[in-house]
């Protein structure tokens, strides 16, 4: 058995071994001794740190819910105006699956096993609304500046959350039949559609 002194390193430990047995059974089926034992650790280690599988997998989609997050709120920080701001967050979004490694991770952490876990539609919740109240903030700051006049921020951030999620649904289970991406331009028709029903002069181009 693996010994670790510090508590962080262990969770991580056990964590990363989760997802690789999520992976290597294709997310239908993993028991915490299979986790264990491709973590090198105890029944004890787990325990000190999961109540059971359930806030483990829930854990596994946090994190990885706040890394998407941390990296598509980094990309807007130094957006000069709300239109690039609005710019930038929609093609972060568009290009979460773009890599076959992205692809399988949300595959993975969208299966059966991890949303069979209880408490796996509020985290979710949790993080649609997190993205929203980013979108809302977006908005409020083109209202302010006559980017977006037509914008009405908390309604118009839960429809556009609702537009990427479907372009992200088909780019996560209908990927392209010729192999090519075609993320860009998926990106491309978003924007555009987007900064039309907000009113923005010029549409995407004049971002």
Same mark, same amino acid.
């Given at each position: 058995?693996?010994?670790?002194?510090?508590?962080?390193?262990?969770?991580?430990?056990?964590?990363?071994?989760?997802?690789?047995?999520?992976?290597?059974?294709?997310?239908?089926?993993?028991?915490?001794?299979?986790?264990?034992?491709?973590?090198?650790?105890?029944?004890?280690?787990?325990?000190?740190?999961?109540?059971?599988?359930?806030?483990?997998?829930?854990?596994?989609?946090?994190?990885?819910?706040?890394?998407?997050? +941390? =990296?598509?709120?980094?990309?807007?920080?130094?957006? %000069?105006?709300? $239109?690039?701001? #609005?710019?930038?967050?929609? @093609? /972060?979004?568009?290009?979460?699956?773009?890599?076959?490694?992205?692809?399988?991770?949300?595959?993975?952490?969208?299966?059966?096993?991890?949303?069979?876990?209880?408490?796996?539609?509020?985290?979710?919740?949790?993080?649609?609304?997190?993205?929203?109240?980013?979108?809302?903030?977006?908005?409020?700051?083109?209202?302010?500046?006559?980017?977006?006049?037509?914008?009405?921020?908390?309604?118009? +951030? =839960?429809?556009?959350?609702?537009?990427?999620?479907? %372009?992200?649904? $088909?780019?996560? #289970?209908?990927?392209?039949? @010729? /192999?090519?991406?075609?993320?860009?331009?998926?990106?491309?028709?978003?924007?555009?559609?987007?900064?039309?029903?907000?009113?923005?002069?010029?549409?995407?181009?004049?971002?």
């Amino acid at each position: 058995m693996a010994v670790l002194d510090d508590q962080d390193d262990e969770r991580e430990l056990i964590m990363n071994a989760a997802y690789r047995c999520l992976l290597a059974s294709e997310g239908v089926s993993v028991s915490i001794t299979d986790i264990l034992h491709a973590a090198g650790l105890s029944t004890r280690a787990f325990y000190r740190h999961f109540a059971s599988k359930d806030s483990l997998l829930l854990a596994l989609f946090r994190r990885d819910c706040e890394r998407v997050t +941390a =990296e598509l709120t980094s990309s807007i920080t130094a957006a %000069a105006t709300a $239109r690039e701001a #609005l710019h930038r967050w929609i @093609d /972060g979004v568009l290009h979460l699956m773009s890599t076959q490694p992205r692809r399988r991770r949300a595959l993975i952490l969208s299966s059966e096993e991890t949303r069979r876990a209880r408490g796996f539609a509020a985290e979710r919740e949790r993080f649609q609304t997190t993205q929203e109240e980013a979108l809302a903030a977006i908005l409020r700051r083109g209202v302010e500046d006559g980017s977006f006049p037509w914008a009405d921020p908390r309604a118009d +951030a =839960e429809q556009i959350q609702a537009v990427l999620g479907r %372009a992200l649904d $088909r780019q996560l #289970l209908c990927p392209s039949a @010729d /192999g090519t991406d075609g993320t860009d331009e998926t990106a491309d028709r978003v924007t555009d559609f987007v900064f039309r029903a907000l009113g923005a002069s010029g549409g995407a181009t004049a971002a």
